[in-house]
């Protein structure tokens, strides 16, 4: 089977296509012919600074993956060959909080990840696709998707007739962008492209800013807010960001982290001062992607691609992503 491994500290140039043989599944473990990757930021960063990451010798890269079952192992009960499944983020985070033994679980870094012709699931590491989307749909939902959930729902505890501030149109903010919409929660934008703003607008995002126009745009939430500050911030952009979305939250809000973006420093006590919650978000248990497909079902969410390449063009997908010029998601084809 062909597969592309992390070689070295070459960043996307770096990144090489081999030959490995199909592996056979233990006990508990599914065999997966992938029929889709999907491309986070992550993917990205761990490409291009695998040293500093901890990833030595050759690594296939990318969390998230979506196919169809080739084989089941022995004591496999949960699928069967021909079954369409999605692999989730972490293989060992079934449900409750993230804890010390999730971590090394992580696809793509840690341990291999998706892009490749084959691969191993855990039994309790994948799901089924949801019966209305595609594989290319299913394979952005383990991290952007899921994550985007946990900011608004799960964690975020977000509900109908609240207001939440969503950073930028990547794949997590576009998510949360659908989320809330089908969920009753109004959304103020943020964007640096009238062109993006234009594409949220018709996915239902109630207030559009122009960052790159109003630099202060922390100003314009309030405005949009009368004052008040949004209950809940989605927060992509990192230190760089995070001292304005403070002050766009109101007293007693919330901010969900699960980006680093952008650089900077930050002075907390506004945070404080604020009694703001300020929660890291990392992905999210294979119980709350249960939770999440359920609503993707419900009201019939299809995930917004920006871009597919073929497998053999994989670094491609990975410059799109570091042009930054997409709106959502860009997968892989396999």
Not at 240 to 255: F, M, N, P, Q
Request: glycine share 14%.
């Amino acid at each position: 089977m062909k597969v592309w491994v992390i070689s070295g500290d070459g960043g996307i140039d770096g990144l090489q296509m081999i030959e490995r043989d199909v592996p056979k599944p233990g006990p508990g473990e599914i065999l997966v012919r992938l029929k889709a990757n999907s491309i986070n930021y992550r993917d990205l960063a761990t490409i291009k600074n695998a040293g500093a990451r901890g990833i030595k010798g050759q690594r296939i890269p990318n969390s998230d993956g979506a196919g169809i079952v080739e084989e089941v192992g022995p004591g496999v009960t949960a699928f069967a060959a021909g079954d369409r499944v999605v692999g989730t983020f972490f293989q060992n985070w079934l449900s409750g909080s993230i804890h010390d033994g999730v971590m090394p679980s992580a696809l793509g870094g840690p341990i291999d990840g998706l892009l490749c012709e084959y691969a191993l699931l855990k039994e309790w590491g994948a799901l089924h696709v949801p019966a209305h989307l595609s594989f290319e749909e299913a394979a952005t939902l383990p991290c952007a998707g899921l994550t985007a959930w946990h900011c608004l729902i799960d964690g975020g505890k977000a509900r109908a007739g609240q207001t939440a501030l969503l950073l930028g149109t990547g794949g997590v903010s576009i998510f949360a962008q659908q989320i809330a919409n089908a969920s009753g929660i109004r959304t103020i934008l943020t964007s640096s492209s009238d062109e993006k703003l234009a594409r949220a607008q018709s996915l239902g995002a109630d207030v559009l800013i122009n960052y790159r126009n109003h630099p202060n745009w922390e100003e314009k939430v309030m405005e949009a807010t009368d004052g008040r500050g949004v209950d809940l911030v989605v927060e992509v952009g990192g230190a760089g960001t995070l001292e304005k979305s403070v002050a766009s939250a109101r007293v007693g809000g919330r901010i969900s982290l699960v980006g680093v973006l952008t650089g900077g420093q930050m002075d907390p006590t506004s945070i404080m001062r604020k009694s703001i919650t300020l929660q890291g978000i990392y992905v999210g248990p294979r119980d709350m992607f249960e939770r999440m497909n359920a609503a993707l079902v419900q009201n019939k969410i299809h995930p917004v691609i920006d871009a597919s390449v073929e497998f053999k063009d994989a670094k491609e997908a990975y410059r799109m992503m570091e042009k930054a010029g997409h709106i959502g998601k860009i997968v892989v084809t396999i």
